[in-house]
């Protein structure tokens, strides 16, 4: 970088030299409290990450459905994993750990002739649940 500066203002290698020894860096703090610090911050639980809705419904059948559905999914899909969920009135399944939106929606393609309600979810995701399955991406 020096040389490529030193170049375009008309500055030689002497010059540069001489100039880099009248440099002073000042610190302002201490790196090593800083990294010190920074070390005890603890790992975050979770990432945000993407899954694919495939089922939300809040009718009275909805519960059995829902475990149609997530049973359903299973057997076509077994590589992803597959979540049940409850949240009052509704009953959710959503499949799939993604770090990517488009990897996400690659998911939601594939499964579209099966789960034509398929949409894309931003989600917190728990680090443990990556990997719970084959953790390969869509081929």
């Given at each position: 970088m020096l040389f490529v500066l030193g170049s375009i203002a008309g500055v030689s290698a002497q010059n540069i030299s001489t100039?880099?020894?009248?440099?002073?860096?000042?610190?302002?703090?201490?790196?090593?409290?800083?990294?010190?610090?920074?070390?005890?911050?603890?790992?975050?639980?979770?990432?945000?990450?993407?899954?694919?809705?495939?089922?939300?419904d809040s009718k009275q059948n909805a519960r059995q459905a829902s475990l149609s559905v997530q049973s359903q999914f299973n057997a076509l899909y077994p590589e992803f994993p597959s979540y049940w969920s409850f949240d009052?009135?509704?009953?959710?399944?959503?499949?799939?750990?993604?770090?990517?939106?488009?990897?996400?929606?690659?998911?939601?393609?594939?499964?579209?002739?099966?789960?034509?309600?398929?949409?894309?979810?931003?989600?917190n995701i728990p680090i443990s649940e990556f990997g719970t399955k084959d953790d390969h991406f869509l081929e």
């Amino acid at each position: 970088m020096l040389f490529v500066l030193g170049s375009i203002a008309g500055v030689s290698a002497q010059n540069i030299s001489t100039l880099s020894e009248r440099l002073a860096v000042r610190e302002v703090g201490s790196a090593k409290a800083v990294v010190a610090e920074y070390d005890t911050i603890p790992a975050p639980n979770v990432v945000s990450g993407y899954r694919v809705r495939i089922f939300f419904d809040s009718k009275q059948n909805a519960r059995q459905a829902s475990l149609s559905v997530q049973s359903q999914f299973n057997a076509l899909y077994p590589e992803f994993p597959s979540y049940w969920s409850f949240d009052q009135p509704n009953y959710m399944v959503t499949v799939g750990n993604f770090t990517t939106k488009e990897e996400a929606t690659a998911l939601v393609g594939r499964i579209a002739s099966t789960f034509p309600k398929a949409f894309v979810l931003r989600q917190n995701i728990p680090i443990s649940e990556f990997g719970t399955k084959d953790d390969h991406f869509l081929e």
